[in-house]
């Protein structure tokens, strides 16, 4: 058999793998991108925020063009206990800037403008193909595998996500992925009117809010809950580290029906309807736990290479997914032009990489996985927050303290060397 | 031999919601292809021979996903008829355009699935076959050809009425006559560059087929509500029964 060759086949049609796509065919090389899902976003279940900044030089008019659900306005996080929530809400015109504005995006809909973006560009789309195996040749990967069919390539590019098994079958991911690396998310979409979601959110029309919570969503585990707001709907959900369901007492399902019965959060979602629900993985090793990120004929972008930075008050893996693909994009461009697709010619990703914006971030985070695994944040810390604010705000007649005494003897309770070591840690990881 | 499989482009039966004034709202609904044209297809693949898909519609149902859907399972080309005219089209309209296209294109044999996956009137191919003065053969769960004659089956319910017909004709698929086939990748790719050719009625030298049929109304069935009897606990078991026997009696 002859073997017909591309350029470059690309596994996974999500933003990494579209946008990888969109700047090969722009740069005139043949590419296939293959989804597994019937279009992109099909089996997309993130409900989230995508920083804006990654498409400056991408898609220039991305502000103009892209099918966003709401510019982030406010930027909320909370801690939150079974009968408390504490909420700071911090809204400025700076979080408007363009080019540095962020929006929530319905990945549904996103990726496939996104790789319908690719298309026009003259990219390949072959949707409803999951590619289940690597064609590797003398150590140097030559292809892909789907059912029966083989398919040929100079480059394959791994962009099939967080849940990526290919990364493992092309070597990059040597040690399997511990449940450390890996955090459980179940998330809900409530169809809710527009006009109800700015009234309840305090949003001016087409402004949205993006909401972490710590405390007793995750139920004192590492992880928290989420609110995002999107153009006529609500994505609420859960992100739980996976290694912490070997002892819990609750299932993450569990955790999402008592996250939505919270008296904070009942009545945003109250008289809505329930029109979707998904649970999927998140990566969240940081920088330590990145798999190697390319080899023979092949490399690994956005999830699929863990690109992900959790820093507890906000979760970022759509840009850096963005940023892997235009590195990977450019090495690819860079390697075909030399005819040299070689470990050591494709180097130039991970270099192009730790340049960008992807690794400095990575590596500025680099501890904060390792802070998160500290319980007083989910567990201490909400706590204290209510009996601090109970003693601000709760009025009997009975003799006031002074505010100090008020936050000195509650942060007591939990050592203030524990307190001053966490703060001095939680600030020098960030 | 010609095969001319006729597809027809319907709503995705999950993604239509009902209105408060249980009316049908398919804002929010995909287009896909009826189910049994998919038999259609597959069975001119197994048939062999130069097969060409023909679907036609409102303008909405120009939708490139789609074309390179039913390209990806087998046929070489596809013939298209859009006109604003032909959305929400009654099994007359829909027959008489596809008799004009047929007639251009040329075919010794037409498929068809036995009905569309949204209305399933079974009547468009029956239509289609008097109109181009042909013979039909509806209800086939078993279909060859050979030396410019088909041979048909109709499952009966106790025997098989086996019926051979000359060609040209039409004739309409049960869903059980075969399994589609699921397209692999080098089928979608090869899709993607068949050729697909575009007709307005004009182009095929016809009006707006005349409306036979005046649709009053299309409402959902009035649901039901649940009765939200919520009986908790190992030794409840009578009280459940209990309210089930009322609930049945009531």
Redesign the interface.
Known sequence: MSEEKFDVIIVGGGIAGSVTALLLARAGLEV?M?ERGN?SGAKNMTGGRLYSHCFNGIIPDFAEIAPIERKVMHERVSMMTETSNFTFDYTSDRLAQPGKESYIVLRGIFDRWLAEQAEKAGA?A????LVENLIIRDGKVCGVI????Q?FADTVVLADGANSQLTTKAGLQRKPVTPHQIAIGAKELFELDEKKIEGRFNLAPGEGSAWLFAGWPSGGMTGGGFIYTNKASVSLGIVVTAAEFINARKSVNELLEQFKAHSAVKPLIEGSKLIEYSGHMVAEGGYGMLPRLYSDGVVAVGDAAHLVINAGYTVRGMDLAVGSAAAAAAAIISAKSRGDFSEKSLSMYKRLLDDSFVMRDMRRFRKYPRFMENRRIFNEYPEMADEIFAGVFVTDGAPQASMFSKIFKTAKKNGLRNLAKDCIKGVSTL | MNILVCCKIVYEEQDISVLPDRGLSYDRAELKLSLYDLNAVEQAVQLSGNIRALSIGGKNKDNGKIKKNLLSRGPQELYIVTDEALSGADTHQTATVLAAAAKKIGFDLILCGEGSADLYAQQTGIQLGELLGVPVISSVSKLTAADGKIIAERTADDSVDVIEAPLPAVVCLTSDINEPRIPGMKDILAAGKKPVTEWSLADLGIAAPEVTVDVISILAPVGKDRKRIIVEGDDKATELFDNIKNEVRS
């Open positions: 296939v293959i279009y390949m072959v949707n409803g193909i789907a059912g029966e069919e398919m």
